[in-house]
């Protein structure tokens, strides 16, 4: 038996995911969010697991991760894509190696597009499915492709040949949501995704050239501060500078 949460950050319209293994009490926290650090950590003590791994499915342009200072203060490690080659990253993940913690086995796929080093990563569990997307793909949506190397048609064939080839009944839990949606399904994301639904390649790039999408208001400090592990570099805001001081008392 697995415990899962799937946790909200505001701001961001961040979604962390926790995953607990009833056998060892070993927990993992997918993408967290530092302004959301104490919270997770007293769910974890109300469900009486231990972190182990903080687990990143790609270097966020809109919030800073708090793997750095959940290892200070929860003595976890921290896990994400191989390819970004992160000094402070303990465990690299790569597609066809999988990741495991206690009983649970995580399948990284490599889903470029958003960024060019974007995972996602697939848990089984019995006989359902469940994919973690990131930033690959979104509810009825998918993430940029304006930024950080990113790359329209690579996403569209990442979605196409790796998240869409699993079977239709797979859950898919994305990193955002703006509405208030919480899940979704191969099936459906296939079926009625208005980016991606019957569309070409070449559709799907005109869509994604064409979102006006506004500038993230803390790419410029968020995107060194998730290379550094959500270590404080020196452009971070003060307010955000006393949430990653690595003492535990912030």
Known sequence: MMIFRQMFEAESSTYTYLFGCTQTGQ???????????????????????????TLETHIHADHVTSAYKLKSVAGSRIAGPAMDQLPCTDFGTMEGQAFRVGTLTFSPLFTPGHTDTHHSYLLSEGDSQRVFTGDALLIDGCGRTDF?????????????????????????????????????S???????????????VKEFQDIMANLNLAYPKKIDYAVPANRQCGECPTELPENMRRLCDPSPQG
């Open 186 to 200: 191969v099936a459906q994301e296939k079926g009625r995704n208005p980016r991606l639904a019957g569309k070409s």
């Open 148 to 184: 950080q190397n990113g790359d329209a048609a690579t996403l569209y064939r990442s979605i196409r040949d790796k998240l869409f080839s699993l079977p239709d009944e797979t859950l898919i839990y994305p990193a955002h949501d703006y509405q208030h949606r919480h899940v979704s």
């Open 27 to 53: 927990a993992i926290l997918l993408d967290p969010v530092l302004e959301t650090m104490e919270r997770d950590l007293q769910v974890l003590q109300a469900l009486g697991l231990h972190l182990v791994y």
